[in-house]
């Protein structure tokens, strides 16, 4: 426990990923089996119990501390589980301990014991323990562990402890569980690679790259397939002895958002596709997929509202078949006849697009640019192309519409972290308004971007921020109003979280205005146009 | 009217001696005023007259807080002062930073004690505090919450040595408040056994050498500005020290792979720490903690207790359920920031 509570302190303090990697994997080597296993599940988030409850921790707070002065400190630290790290009064007769507990034998324990023994073990450790030590156990135990550090940098780590391609861990992650014996007896070079064919389970998909004009010369009728890139999710679906899966494109488990989608799903196969939500043979808008995203337990009502559809891309996997290696025009046949066995209203193919020439696909192209972002551009794909994990070199291209363009000024800016930590480099700009609340015009922030510009435009805005402060609000800073920036988007939603109403996908400083005068830049209008409401 | 209450006040927002004409560490100038340490909270320029320990003064004029009008009367610690209208005026250390007093002031066998800022944990640059039983008793209560428990101080110099030993192509850029955290950093570093030249940023040079020509040693330590520009990586591995701002800003990117890390009070809270962008949080700090704040009102003895700045809601309402009276003074011009 010493050590992994050393370790959480450590990610946490540090900014640059490299350095957490390094530190990561120095404890992973040094640490013995199963502390190791059970600190990675702890810092890639996938623990699958609570030690105790969070309620717990709260009510043997209040039974030993004043509530007044509790409430005023918990105020002032902003957060419940450092609050009582920090302040938790010794027991009276409080036991001691000879040494605190190994990581396993904390969980161990907790798993065996009663609803009064989690009490009583959870005061023993207190007890014994320093305010760090204290904050380790408690994020650990209710899972609120935010250490600032991304599952795929944890796999990363594991790629490099083992000298393999990250895509040989993404591929083997989602088929193991805490503690991971089997893994670390791989890295250690004491067994095979775990064995994961017989678990249904998330495998990373392939990706495309940006197409670039030399990329033309290669594309024919003949070698290359065209469809449409579809602004939906891109989602797995997977069946297996009876039981079947939809994972996102990062590999989160999101059956349960989806259980219509699911319930449709009794094959013994893996579908590669784009979840839209889809009434009477017509496809949702992506504000009509928002219902559906992020509701754990959506209402049959809402499932009958927006029912969730999969328009395939590709198959995986059939009985237990592995056809990643076949070229896309044999797979493409699969699921051809695969999908005119499923159910029409849940699952449809994608459609090849008829093309010759570049200026085909241009004139595709344009076509999406009509969707009002519901078709975000074109897939152009090699026929040849066997199925890998990533983003192999010209194997698949896209070719999106040409990215939204509105003039915004900057509002607020932020300092970076690790290399532009001295700089403020991440901007938050807005379009002008009614201000929701009073009416009158305003600036409304619309989005937060923090790359477009170069190392020298860095210099250049960092100084002007620096020559323009307004107010400062804790790491914000507020600036004078006169900075406009061009800044591309890939689409907007409605957002009922923005006070402007209205969130970017992907936004990103196209260019620097230095010349334009901050009331010349764009209304709240125009995004309401975009969006089409 | 309870203790104290006849002849001390709160004038204008200032804390006032009513039969002395004089006010206690005033933030705006005034004719006539005690000075309790030197940070600028406390310290202002501008005042006519100043009653302060000969190292306070010292500081003062280092800071250019007092001119060659400024009428100056150094005090040593316990040395009484007839401040006129029978009020005595005398200095008790305060264990905050050199020179740092509590102000005890005795007119009519009552007897008020302004701490100013101080705290109760070994400091090898100052005197230890002292307890004076007193009537009433003022003091700050800058960390007073039940969270703030300070470790001691060389479990987190041994954290400093630590990352210093594991990380040795870091530069460990430490920011510290320039009076008197500064040169408690540097002299606890020594006593651990930190034998390298310290790196100092200019603005903590005057105030160093002034603790020296009080008979300090801090051993060498020179100016990060003599050191060219070119020489990025002359620093790796060493300690450099600066005022916190210039951790993370354009100062710091002279050194090769910097290690941001902050020594305060506050680093005690995580999201404070991360919020100035500290890499290592130090908890160092030079006021009392939660715990010590309630055993120093409780061993002066003082029946009334008057809070001046700070968490005030908090400790005012933990004495009163220890039935000592308490009460908040309302002052202005304390700010929290300085000096820790």
């Given at each position: 426990m010493k050590d992994f509570s050393r370790l959480l302190d450590d990610l946490y303090f540090t900014n640059s990923n490299l350095a957490k990697e390094t530190i990561l994997s120095n404890y992973l080597r040094e640490t013995p089996d199963p502390d190791r296993g059970w600190a990675l599940a702890a810092i890639a988030g996938t623990l699958s119990f609570d030690l105790f409850k969070r309620s717990l921790t709260k009510k043997l707070m209040m039974e030993r501390m004043d509530p007044y002065l509790f409430d005023l400190s918990r105020h002032y630290v902003g957060e419940l589980s450092e609050t009582v790290a920090l302040a938790w009064p010794q027991s009276k007769d409080a036991v001691r301990l000879n040494r605190l507990p190994d990581l396993h034998e904390v969980i161990q324990e907790f798993q065996q014991r009663s609803k009064t023994g989690i009490r009583e073990y959870l005061i023993i450790l207190l007890d014994n323990m320093t305010p760090a030590e204290r904050w380790a156990l408690l994020k650990l135990g209710t899972r609120g562990l935010r250490i600032g550090m991304s599952a795929r940098t944890?796999?990363?780590?594991?790629?490099?402890?083992?000298?393999?391609?990250?895509?040989?861990?993404?591929?083997?992650?989602?088929g193991l569980e805490p503690p991971y014996l089997d893994l670390f007896e791989w890295i250690d070079g004491k067994a095979e690679m775990p064995d994961i064919s017989q678990v249904l389970t998330y495998s990373p998909v392939m990706l495309a790259h940006p197409i670039e004009d030399k990329d033309f010369a290669r594309i024919t009728a003949d070698t290359h397939q065209a469809e449409w890139k579809w602004d939906g999710i891109r989602v797995q679906v997977a069946g297996l002895n009876g039981e079947a899966k939809i994972f996102s494109r990062t590999g989160d488990d999101i059956s349960h958002s989806f259980s219509d989608l699911k319930d449709a799903v009794d094959f013994e196969a893996i579908l590669d596709g784009e979840l839209l939500v889809r009434t009477n043979d017509k496809i949702g808008s992506f504000n009509d997929l928002q219902q559906r995203l992020g509701r754990k337990k959506p209402t049959k009502k809402l499932m009958d509202e927006y029912p969730a559809h999969v328009i395939a891309y590709d198959i995986l996997s059939l009985n237990g078949e592995n056809l990643r290696k076949f070229p896309l025009s044999e797979r493409r046949k699969i699921l051809k006849f695969f999908i005119e066995k499923q159910d029409s209203t849940r699952f449809s193919l994608s459609k090849l697009l008829d093309f010759e020439t570049q200026e085909d696909l241009a004139k595709l192209r344009e076509a999406a640019a009509g969707t009002k972002g519901l078709i975000e551009g074109v897939m152009i794909k090699q026929k040849s192309s066997p199925y890998i994990s990533g983003r192999p070199k010209h194997r698949w291209y896209k070719w999106k519409r040409e990215p939204f363009l509105l003039d915004a000024v900057l509002m607020y800016a932020q300092r970076g972290t690790g290399k532009r930590s001295s700089y403020y480099s991440d901007y938050t700009f807005g379009l002008w308004g009614p201000d929701p609340k009073t009416s009158e015009d305003s600036l409304l922030p619309i989005g937060k971007a923090y790359f477009g510009f170069t190392d020298e435009e860095l210099k250049d805005l960092d100084k002007w921020v620096r020559n323009h402060?307004?107010?400062?609000?804790?790491?914000?800073?507020?600036?004078?109003?006169?900075?406009?920036?061009?800044?591309?988007?890939?689409?907007?939603?409605?957002?009922?979280?923005?006070?402007?109403?209205?969130?970017?996908?992907?936004?990103?400083?196209?260019?620097?205005?230095?010349?334009?005068?901050?009331?010349?830049?764009?209304?709240?209008?125009?995004?309401?146009?975009?969006?089409?409401? | 009217m309870s203790a104290g209450e006849t002849w001390m006040a709160v004038r204008d927002g200032l804390l006032y001696c009513i039969p002395a004409n004089c006010y206690i560490d005033?933030?705006?100038?005034?004719?006539?005023?005690?000075?309790?340490?030197?940070?600028?909270?406390?310290?202002?320029?501008?005042?006519?007259?100043?009653?302060?320990?000969?190292?306070?003064?010292?500081?003062?004029?280092?800071?250019?807080?007092?001119?060659?009008?400024?009428?100056?009367?150094?005090?040593?610690?316990?040395?009484?002062?007839?401040?006129?209208?029978?009020?005595?005026?005398?200095?008790?250390?305060?264990?905050?930073?050199?020179?740092?007093?509590?102000?005890?002031?005795?007119?009519?066998?009552?007897?008020?004690?302004?701490?100013?800022?101080?705290?109760?944990?070994?400091?090898?640059?100052?005197?230890?505090?002292?307890?004076?039983?007193?009537?009433?008793?003022?003091?700050?209560?800058?960390?007073?919450?039940?969270?703030?428990?300070?470790?001691?101080?060389?479990?987190?110099?041994?954290?400093?040595?630590?990352?210093?030993?594991?990380?040795?192509?870091?530069?460990?850029?430490?920011?510290?408040?320039?009076?008197?955290?500064?040169?408690?950093?540097?002299?606890?570093?020594?006593?651990?056994?930190?034998?390298?030249?310290?790196?100092?940023?200019?603005?903590?040079?005057?105030?160093?050498?002034?603790?020296?020509?009080?008979?300090?040693?801090?051993?060498?330590?020179?100016?990060?500005?003599?050191?060219?520009?070119?020489?990025?990586?002359?620093?790796?591995?060493?300690?450099?020290?600066?005022?916190?701002?210039?951790?993370?800003?354009?100062?710091?990117?002279?050194?090769?792979?910097?290690?941001?890390?902050?020594?305060?009070?506050?680093?005690?809270?995580?999201?404070?720490?991360?919020?100035?962008?500290?890499?290592?949080?130090?908890?160092?700090?030079?006021?009392?903690?939660?715990?010590?704040?309630?055993?120093?009102?409780?061993?002066?003895?003082?029946?009334?207790?008057?809070?001046?700045?700070?968490?005030?809601?908090?400790?005012?309402?933990?004495?009163?359920?220890?039935?000592?009276?308490?009460?908040?003074?309302?002052?202005?011009?304390m700010e929290e920031e300085v000096g820790e």
């Open positions: 944890v796999k990363r780590t594991l790629a490099n402890m083992k000298d393999v391609d990250i895509a040989v861990i993404e591929e083997l992650w989602h402060k307004l107010a400062r609000f804790g790491p914000v800073q507020e600036v004078e109003k006169e900075l406009v920036f061009e800044v591309a988007f890939d689409s907007a939603q409605i957002s009922k979280r923005h006070k402007s109403g209205f969130a970017l996908r992907f936004p990103r400083i196209s260019r620097i205005r230095w010349d334009k005068p901050a009331h010349e830049a764009d209304r709240i209008d125009a995004l309401a146009r975009i969006v089409g409401t | 005033p933030h705006e100038p005034v004719g006539r005023a005690i000075i309790t340490h030197g940070h600028a909270d406390h310290a202002r320029s501008g005042h006519g007259e100043v009653f302060a320990t000969s190292e306070t003064i010292a500081i003062m004029r280092t800071r250019y807080y007092t001119n060659d009008n400024t009428q100056e009367t150094a005090l040593n610690y316990g040395e009484r002062f007839d401040l006129g209208n029978g009020v005595t005026l005398w200095f008790a250390s305060a264990g905050h930073i050199l020179g740092s007093a509590q102000a005890v002031l005795e007119f009519q066998g009552e007897r008020v004690v302004a701490a100013g800022d101080f705290k109760r944990h070994p400091d090898p640059t100052c005197a230890p505090f002292e307890v004076v039983p007193c009537d009433v008793f003022i003091t700050e209560a800058t960390f007073a919450l039940p969270v703030f428990q300070h470790p001691p101080l060389e479990r987190e110099v041994d954290k400093l040595m630590r990352s210093m030993a594991t990380l040795p192509d870091r530069t460990h850029i430490v920011g510290v408040y320039a009076l008197g955290k500064c040169q408690r950093v540097m002299k606890t570093l020594r006593l651990a056994g930190y034998k390298p030249p310290f790196y100092i940023h200019g603005a903590l040079k005057r105030l160093t050498e002034l603790y020296e020509s009080y008979g300090q040693d801090f051993g060498e330590w020179e100016l990060v500005s003599d050191i060219p520009r070119s020489k990025k990586d002359y620093f790796t591995g060493k300690v450099v020290l600066c005022p916190p701002a210039q951790i993370n800003d354009r100062w710091s990117r002279r050194f090769a792979n910097p290690l941001p890390t902050v020594a305060s009070g506050w680093m005690q809270i995580r999201a404070r720490a991360r919020q100035k962008r500290a890499e290592m949080a130090l908890v160092v700090s030079d006021h009392a903690d939660w715990g010590d704040l309630l055993r120093t009102c409780e061993e002066t003895k003082a029946k009334n207790i008057w809070i001046t700045h700070g968490r005030v809601e908090a400790l005012e309402y933990a004495l009163k359920q220890r039935g000592i009276n308490a009460k908040s003074l309302d002052l202005i011009g």
